[in-house]
């Protein structure tokens, strides 16, 4: 079978990823077998580009993918990004300096179109945060203050250490010009952290972009996603589709459910729902 009129955009964490944060064996023969059968394999990610391709060794990423929860999209075979959109920095930096005058327990992540940067002292991050989040650098406030952001990641180390944060958004009315996006990991103990975007981004607005590109013309979009970061991506896509593990809210407004990720989704979407499209 050929696959020249469908493509693939999936999520990582909780999808793609097995909950030991590896591409199963199984996904990984399914996705080469489905490109070299015409397929375009891409992700849709919170993650920044070179962070992903570090947890995706030889996996062929031929179609272009968003990156940064929509904020960018990005092609990994010409390694450059085709669209970017930018947070507001003035609304940004006074929130990061905000939670640094207040002493807030947060790890601090900037993301910029030079990569990934901690903004909080070394001496504080979370190692398993910052094992997941590489290749990184410190700087401080006044040098990421030049550069281009894409957004800011707040990790909480101590449980509602947020909620200062966000009820300064609500003060400032930086709310209105900034998106949020929450999110869980379980790699450290608390868990829970913030996301602020460029206002009105999400994946959805990445799919809408990924689909104006040439390369996509005529395809079917197959999206796959677990958690509430995914949820415009697969109601922007052709055929939603979530693994077993997904909340019950994404998994309501998908078309098909498909193996965990612990038992390799990608592989079950493309040999049982595909092929039946």
């Not at 059968?37 to 570090?54: D, I, S």
């Not at 910029?112 to 909080?120: E, K, L, P, V």
Request: glycine share 6%.
């Amino acid at each position: 079978m050929r696959f020249e009129r469908a493509a693939i955009l999936t999520d990582l964490d909780g999808t793609l990823f097995n909950s030991r944060g590896e591409v199963s064996a199984e996904d990984r023969a399914a996705i080469r077998d489905f490109t070299e059968r015409g397929g375009l394999f891409a992700v849709a990610t919170g993650r920044e580009p070179h962070n992903a391709r570090r947890y995706l060794p030889e996996l062929p990423i031929n179609g272009p993918s968003i990156v940064l929860n929509g904020a960018a999209v990005y092609d990994f075979v010409r390694h450059r990004y085709l669209r970017t959109e930018l947070i507001d920095k003035e609304a940004a930096l006074d929130v990061l300096r905000y939670c640094q005058q207040q002493g807030l327990p947060l790890d601090q992540q900037v993301y910029t179109t030079d990569g990934i940067f901690y903004a909080s002292p070394l001496d504080v991050a979370d190692p398993g945060f910052l094992r997941i989040h590489q290749p990184t650098a410190f700087l401080p406030l006044a040098e990421l203050a030049g550069k281009d952001w894409f957004k800011l990641v707040l990790l909480e180390r101590e449980p509602d250490a947020l909620a200062p944060m966000r009820r300064y958004l609500k003060q400032t009315g930086y709310d209105r010009r900034l998106s949020l996006v929450e999110g869980t990991t379980d790699v450290v103990k608390v868990g829970k952290y913030q996301e602020l975007l460029p206002l009105g981004v999400h994946k959805g607005t990445g799919m809408a972009a990924v689909r104006q590109l040439p390369v996509y013309t005529g395809r079917t979009l197959f999206a796959v996603g677990d958690y509430w970061n995914d949820m415009e991506l697969l109601q922007s896509a052709d055929v939603p589709c979530a693994p077993e593990n997904a909340i019950e809210e994404i998994k309501a407004v998908c078309a098909h459910v498909l193996a965990s990720h612990n038992d390799s989704p990608i592989a079950d979407l493309i040999a049982r729902i595909i092929p039946s499209m």
